[in-house]
């Protein structure tokens, strides 16, 4: 599964028609694709990885007055291994002449392939030609969970290969009159079903003054000023964390929402992440837009979050890689078949996910007492039991 365009015909639900690039960093070549997308649509549901240590987000008090850079922190800071949601972060790498890998920008897994990033992170903001130009590097790297100078265990930097992107932000073509700073990154190979990924989601106007999360790579952070107390530990191979309040300045087209807690040099492209519970232990983690500057998010629009969605309709967990995983946790996983589906049970288990062999996920009933899944003509379901901190798997097979 790749970033294929797929036009679709136009349905009953509030649809737009918007003008994508696909860039192919392997052939150096870009071409357009129109997409007919529902509006306000959303991408899959998230996925916490076939990897243990759900670790969650640290969500600190927040000040009411500056500076608010206290909010923000490297994330990890002992030698524990990084856990969900922090190791789906990742950091961009740009391959240079004499084969060094430089650090340019931030982003976050939305797909057991794909990364989410800002635009001007792969096209320069300044363009002025055609979508043929002005491209960044064909030779871009994704390096997920990098933490203080060391690849996530097991990861090696993984090369992007195709790249999507509004046509919009090419002087050329037609103007936006909304946030198009975003890039969504195809990779070589599939890194996302061990550590995991977000959904994306259109901004909400209910988002003004809730506290979000942001996970980002700076390359140069700025030296501390006399008297403001800063993260002195943070550098560029350091994943850094913030959390704090995003703010709605206007109601125009322009959304000019803005972190509360500012960026610093090379987390562009750094998701804006929310969940149900603040320190996302639980629940579908959502990302609702890129960081662009400093000071500002690109929110994901009705259109945006539309075209994004159906870009990623096709997102299968595959589930060979499922299967390969080690299961841990406190008990085994009980199923029960009536002739309908399954009825499942394990010890300490908060969530059940479950997929078809050809990896696309069952909608699973989850509920205190058991949860339920009926596999609707697939014989064989592979079901994964989550508790805090581990996982567990169980190939099914129907009588």
Known sequence: MGLCVVVASPCLAASVSHTIVVRDHLKAVSSEATIQASMGDTSSGSWTGSLTGIDGLPTPAVPEDPPFILMRSALWTGSQTRGWPGRAAVRL????????????????????????????????????????????????FARAGLDRGADYPG????????????????????????????????????????????????????????????????????????????DTVSRKDTLCHSWGPLKRNNFGPIQDWAPKVPGWQGESGSGVLDCPDDACRLGKLRVRGTRWTVEAVNAFDSTMSGVLAKLLESVKVPLSGLQAQTSVG????????????????????????????????IEVANNAASSRVDPARAKMVLVVARGPGWSRSRTLVAP
């Not at 340019?104 to 043929?132: D, E």
């Not at 199923?335 to 996920?361: H, N, Q, S």
Request: hydrophobic letters at 35%.
């Open 93 to 140: 790498d740009v391959k240079s002449y004499d084969s060094i890998l430089y650090p340019n920008c931030s982003g976050y897994l939305v797909g057991p392939k794909h990364v989410l990033t800002a635009g001007h992170c792969m096209v320069m903001p300044t363009s002025t030609s055609t979508i043929q130009e002005d491209w960044y590097s064909d030779s871009v």
């Open 155 to 230: 990861m090696v930097p993984v090369r992007v290969v195709k790249t999507a992107i509004s046509k919009s932000v090419f002087p050329a073509s037609k103007s936006y009159d909304g946030d198009n700073d975003w890039a969504l990154l195809e990779l070589e190979s599939d890194i996302g079903t061990r550590l995991g990924w977000a959904q994306v989601a259109p901004m909400e106007a209910s988002r003004d003054g809730k506290n979000i999360h942001m996970l980002g790579y700076p390359i140069r952070p700025p030296a501390c000023r006399t008297g403001l107390p800063c």
């Open 330 to 361: 406190s008990g085994e996983i009980h199923a029960r078949w009536d002739g309908r589906g399954w009825e499942l049970r394990c010890e300490g288990a908060y969530k059940f996910d479950a997929f078809r062999p050809d990896g696309t996920r």
